[in-house]
């Protein structure tokens, strides 16, 4: 549906990400909207206390599956550039893992792309995180929307 030439950024990284980095990529004197997602990690989960995330990543694939939400959110939406950053290693409380923007003519289609990137990068992107707790134990989460969950 996109009528609008755009460019996809992706990038996996150990970095900080920076909201203000994405949103300066996707900015575009023809796109009136940039809609952002910033997931972060919280200090608790089902009662217990969580110390920081770590993220591991099947990097060559999420990147062609990252590629294919782009690819997917055009056929869609009228959007101009997409970026999509995700954080591996580790990720302490109140930093962010993932970071989406996409920039579009008017907001909804913006929001709704943005909504659909979160969602599907949660169900198909090989990502997998660690949470680490104050009690110990740390455990390996999987997304429950990932579509090879049991």
């Given at each position: 549906?996109?009528?609008?030439?755009?460019?996809?950024?992706?990038?996996?990284?150990?970095?900080?990400?920076?909201?203000?980095?994405?949103?300066?990529?996707?900015?575009?004197?023809?796109?009136?909207?940039?809609?952002?997602?910033?997931?972060?990690?919280?200090?608790?989960?089902?009662?217990?206390?969580?110390?920081?995330?770590?993220?591991?990543?099947?990097?060559?694939?999420?990147?062609?599956?990252?590629?294919?939400?782009c690819?997917?959110?055009?056929?869609?939406?009228?959007v101009?550039?997409?970026?999509?950053?995700?954080?591996?290693?580790?990720?302490?409380?109140?930093?962010?893992?993932?970071?989406?923007?996409?920039?579009?003519?008017?907001?909804?289609?913006?929001?709704?792309?943005?909504?659909?990137?979160?969602?599907?990068?949660?169900?198909?992107?090989?990502?997998?995180?660690?949470?680490?707790?104050?009690?110990?134990?740390?455990?390996?989460?999987?997304?429950?929307?990932?579509?090879?969950s049991?």
């Amino acid at each position: 549906m996109s009528t609008v030439q755009g460019k996809d950024h992706i990038k996996l990284t150990t970095d900080q990400l920076s909201v203000e980095e994405l949103t300066t990529l996707v900015t575009s004197p023809t796109s009136g909207a940039i809609s952002v997602f910033i997931g972060t990690t919280r200090n608790n989960f089902a009662g217990k206390t969580v110390l920081r995330l770590e993220y591991e990543a099947y990097e060559a694939m999420a990147e062609t599956e990252l590629r294919k939400i782009c690819a997917q959110i055009r056929e869609r939406w009228e959007v101009e550039n997409i970026a999509v950053f995700h954080r591996l290693g580790c990720v302490p409380i109140t930093e962010s893992s993932v970071i989406i923007a996409i920039s579009s003519p008017h907001r909804t289609a913006g929001l709704e792309a943005v909504r659909y990137a979160i969602d599907t990068l949660k169900a198909t992107v090989p990502i997998w995180k660690k949470e680490l707790y104050e009690e110990g134990n740390p455990t390996w989460k999987e997304n429950k929307e990932c579509s090879w969950s049991s």
